[in-house]
């Protein structure tokens, strides 16, 4: 045997003996390098200690770079308007804790300090299940709370929280620059990914990856439908600007992904000519996005003759295909609706309070027991660990676990060959990169960046390093408390959360299959939107259920397979109704 055929043989052998739910908790997402986002992150982090040094001030240097980490860290790919306002709620939230948790710190004793980071645990918890803008403002007031308890910031009362805001400030900046020349290239990027995943969709007909490919084509449409929703007024999408050429594009999209669906059903290889179908049309109808222009003239005269297809439409998936490729968006008017959120329910909110705020007073207390005032990693490692609607809590509390061990190792090493403080600045620099980049790609990989971070703030502030290694003992302890109260009180709500899913995914594939022949273009696109949606969440659930513990492991497969069942019903339907079907 080779020695890479052994190795391969080893790696399957090590896969098949660790648990399945471990490997996904372990497992990292696949996106490309997001270099703009290390950009900033290196920049948010980096320049408020550099202008610190500069102006004399480190300590307000540490507390703006704080602001700007933590904005970094809650970037994503949404459209500039969402983000500034993720960033502006964070900022300003963060800053109401940190203010609290000064005041609590000046004027009051361990008593005082443990009350305020108890009442800041209920408060978080009862805001964070109110929706993604809620969660990123609750966890932040919990967060400024914690360090406002630990970390004494010279100066009058209000120093600090404005310094913290001014950090997130700067990063909103920098985050939103881009805006002036490439308005509504986030939203344009997701359409285009929508004509790139029906062309691998299509590539891979007649292919064991069909159905994977399928259900990528699914998300990136969802994707599109979720950053397009913003502007689905009317105004927007009959104006002739970018945003509602956008719109236009969008709706050839959905058309699109109806007639390759019908393809993929139809279950055999196609030629390339039918391949590159998707890539033509994006050519024709995603509009250059350029700030404060309009898109390109479509008004001017009709050709005599629809472009014909470079292929022979001779199923009903081709004949489907040919149509979208002559006339794309033709007979539509849908508008890229938001998905409906339910909002949560009062037990629900209680709960999660209750727990995270007993969680928080119980951090507190061990933190002053070890470390007294300067106690804060405890009780922030909580606040970042208890949060459900971020992924899977094992999977959290181990790869911060992971990621703190490895950043604690990382930070010997630089204590070892950096002392000169605006060296440090260039640590800072290169691992806000590191922890910037892996927000996207792993938890463990943005907790193992943010811990070098933490270091540089620590030596900035002349707090004892001594405290770092024991930070790993810290995390442990968090990670006990909150899956202790998780696993406690709500041993089944993987399981809860994923049938609830599977059931909407269920009734809606259904009301598809119901009412689809009869319904006209933009009823039908609506249903099966929403079928295909509902899929994509349960698979999502059944996904975070499936990286955690649980003790009924049989019952996973068999929502999985209700799920396969559902999706299969929906692409027959897809493919009965282009092909004429009536009832």
Same mark, same amino acid.
């Given at each position: 045997?080779?020695?890479?055929?052994?190795?391969?043989?080893?790696?399957?052998?090590?896969?098949?003996?660790?648990?399945?739910?471990?490997?996904?908790?372990?497992?990292?997402?696949?996106?490309?390098?997001?270099?703009?986002?290390?950009?900033?992150?290196?920049?948010?982090?980096?320049?408020?200690?550099?202008?610190?040094?500069?102006?004399?001030?480190?300590?307000?240097?540490?507390?703006?770079?704080?602001?700007?980490?933590?904005?970094?860290?809650?970037?994503?790919?949404?459209?500039?308007?969402?983000?500034?306002?993720?960033?502006?709620?964070?900022?300003?939230?963060?800053?109401?804790?940190?203010?609290?948790?000064?005041?609590?710190?000046?004027?009051?004793?361990?008593?005082?300090?443990?009350?305020?980071?108890?009442?800041?645990?209920?408060?978080?918890?009862?805001?964070?299940?109110?929706?993604?803008?809620?969660?990123?403002?609750?966890?932040?007031?919990?967060?400024?709370?914690?360090?406002?308890?630990?970390?004494?910031?010279?100066?009058?009362?209000?120093?600090?929280?404005?310094?913290?805001?001014?950090?997130?400030?700067?990063?909103?900046?920098?985050?939103?620059?881009?805006?002036?020349?490439?308005?509504?290239?986030?939203?344009?990027? &997701? $359409?285009?990914?929508?004509?790139?995943? %029906? #062309? !691998?969709?299509? /590539?891979?007909? +007649?292919?064991?990856? *069909?159905?994977? =490919?399928?259900?990528?084509?699914?998300?990136?449409?969802?994707?599109?439908?979720?950053?397009? &929703? $913003?502007?689905?007024?009317?105004?927007? %999408? #009959? !104006?002739?600007? /970018?945003?509602? +050429?956008?719109?236009? *594009?969008?709706? =050839?999209?959905?058309?699109?992904?109806?007639?390759?669906?019908?393809?993929?059903?139809?279950?055999?290889?196609?030629?390339?000519?039918?391949?590159?179908?998707?890539?033509?049309?994006?050519?024709?109808?995603?509009?250059?996005?350029? =700030?404060?222009?309009?898109?390109?003239?479509?008004?001017?005269?009709?050709?005599?003759?629809?472009?014909?297809?470079?292929?022979?439409?001779?199923?009903?998936?081709?004949?489907?295909?040919?149509?979208?490729?002559?006339?794309?968006?033709?007979?539509?008017?849908?508008?890229?609706?938001?998905?409906?959120?339910?909002?949560?329910?009062?037990?629900?909110?209680?709960?999660?309070?209750?727990?995270?705020?007993?969680?928080?007073?119980?951090?507190?207390?061990?933190?002053?027991?070890?470390?007294?005032?300067?106690?804060?990693?405890?009780?922030?490692?909580?606040?970042?660990?208890?949060?459900?609607?971020?992924?899977?809590?094992?999977?959290?509390?181990?790869?911060?676990?992971?990621?703190?061990?490895?950043?604690?190792?990382?930070?010997?090493?630089?204590?070892?060959?950096?002392?000169?403080?605006?060296?440090?600045?260039?640590?800072?620099?290169?691992?806000?990169?590191?922890?910037?980049?892996?927000?996207?790609?792993?938890?463990?990989?943005?907790?193992?960046?943010?811990?070098?971070?933490?270091?540089?703030?620590?030596?900035?502030?002349?707090?004892?390093?001594?405290?770092?290694?024991?930070?790993?003992?810290?995390?442990?302890?968090?990670?006990?408390?909150?899956?202790?109260?998780?696993?406690?009180?709500?041993?089944?709500?993987?399981?809860?959360?994923?049938?609830?899913?599977?059931?909407?995914?269920?009734?809606?594939?259904?009301?598809?299959?119901?009412?689809?022949?009869?319904?006209?273009?933009?009823?039908?696109?609506?249903?099966?939107?929403?079928?295909?949606?509902?899929?994509?969440?349960?698979?999502?659930?059944?996904?975070?259920?499936?990286?955690?513990?649980?003790?009924?492991?049989?019952?996973?497969?068999?929502?999985?397979?209700?799920?396969?069942?559902?999706?299969?019903?929906?692409?027959?339907?897809?493919?009965?109704?282009?092909?004429?079907?009536?009832?």
């Amino acid at each position: 045997m080779s020695v890479p055929t052994a190795l391969r043989a080893r790696a399957g052998t090590l896969r098949g003996a660790v648990p399945g739910w471990l490997g996904r908790s372990l497992r990292a997402a696949r996106a490309p390098f997001p270099r703009a986002a290390a950009v900033r992150g290196a920049l948010a982090v980096s320049v408020p200690l550099m202008v610190g040094l500069l102006a004399g001030h480190p300590v307000a240097g540490v507390v703006v770079g704080l602001g700007g980490l933590w904005a970094v860290g809650q970037d994503s790919a949404a459209p500039y308007k969402a983000r500034a306002l993720r960033i502006a709620a964070l900022g300003g939230s963060a800053a109401v804790g940190l203010l609290a948790g000064a005041t609590a710190l000046r004027y009051g004793d361990a008593v005082v300090i443990a009350a305020l980071l108890a009442v800041a645990g209920l408060v978080s918890g009862w805001v964070s299940v109110g929706g993604p803008l809620a969660s990123v403002a609750g966890m932040h007031l919990l967060l400024g709370a914690t360090v406002g308890t630990g970390i004494p910031v010279p100066g009058p009362w209000w120093a600090g929280p404005l310094e913290l805001l001014a950090g997130a400030l700067f990063a909103l900046t920098l985050t939103c620059l881009p805006w002036l020349w490439r308005r509504h290239s986030p939203e344009r990027e &997701a $359409v285009i990914a929508v004509f790139d995943a %029906a #062309e !691998r969709a299509l /590539s891979r007909a +007649g292919t064991s990856g *069909a159905t994977e =490919a399928r259900a990528r084509m699914t998300l990136a449409l969802n994707t599109a439908q979720d950053l397009l &929703a $913003v502007h689905s007024s009317r105004k927007h %999408a #009959e !104006r002739p600007t /970018s945003i509602g +050429g956008l719109i236009t *594009a969008f709706r =050839a999209s959905v058309q699109l992904v109806e007639a390759v669906t019908a393809l993929m059903v139809e279950g055999r290889p196609l030629p390339p000519a039918v391949v590159r179908v998707p890539s033509l049309l994006a050519a024709r109808v995603v509009p250059p996005v350029r =700030a404060g222009r309009p898109a390109p003239d479509t008004s001017g005269p009709v050709p005599d003759r629809e472009p014909e297809p470079p292929f022979t439409a001779d199923t009903p998936g081709l004949r489907a295909l040919a149509e979208v490729y002559r006339a794309p968006g033709r007979s539509l008017t849908l508008l890229p609706d938001p998905p409906a959120y339910a909002g949560p329910r009062l037990a629900d909110r209680l709960r999660f309070a209750l727990l995270l705020g007993g969680c928080t007073l119980a951090a507190a207390v061990v933190a002053y027991l070890l470390h007294g005032p300067r106690g804060y990693w405890l009780p922030m490692t909580v606040a970042f660990l208890y949060k459900p609607d971020l992924g899977p809590v094992f999977g959290r509390a181990l790869n911060r676990c992971l990621g703190t061990v490895a950043g604690v190792g990382m930070v010997a090493v630089v204590a070892w060959l950096v002392t000169d403080q605006w060296a440090l600045t260039l640590v800072a620099a290169v691992f806000g990169a590191v922890m910037a980049a892996g927000v996207r790609y792993h938890y463990a990989l943005s907790t193992f960046g943010l811990t070098v971070i933490v270091f540089v703030f620590i030596d900035f502030l002349g707090d004892d390093r001594q405290l770092l290694p024991s930070r790993v003992l810290e995390t442990v302890i968090a990670a006990a408390l909150v899956l202790t109260a998780h696993f406690l009180t709500r041993p089944d709500s993987w399981r809860v959360r994923a049938e609830l899913r599977v059931a909407a995914a269920d009734r809606a594939w259904r009301r598809y299959d119901r009412r689809a022949p009869a319904a006209s273009p933009d009823e039908r696109h609506q249903l099966r939107r929403t079928a295909y949606r509902r899929l994509a969440e349960a698979r999502q659930a059944l996904d975070t259920a499936g990286a955690e513990p649980n003790r009924d492991p049989d019952r996973f497969p068999v929502l999985e397979r209700r799920v396969a069942r559902a999706e299969q019903g929906c692409d027959a339907i897809t493919a009965y109704v282009v092909a004429g079907g009536r009832r």
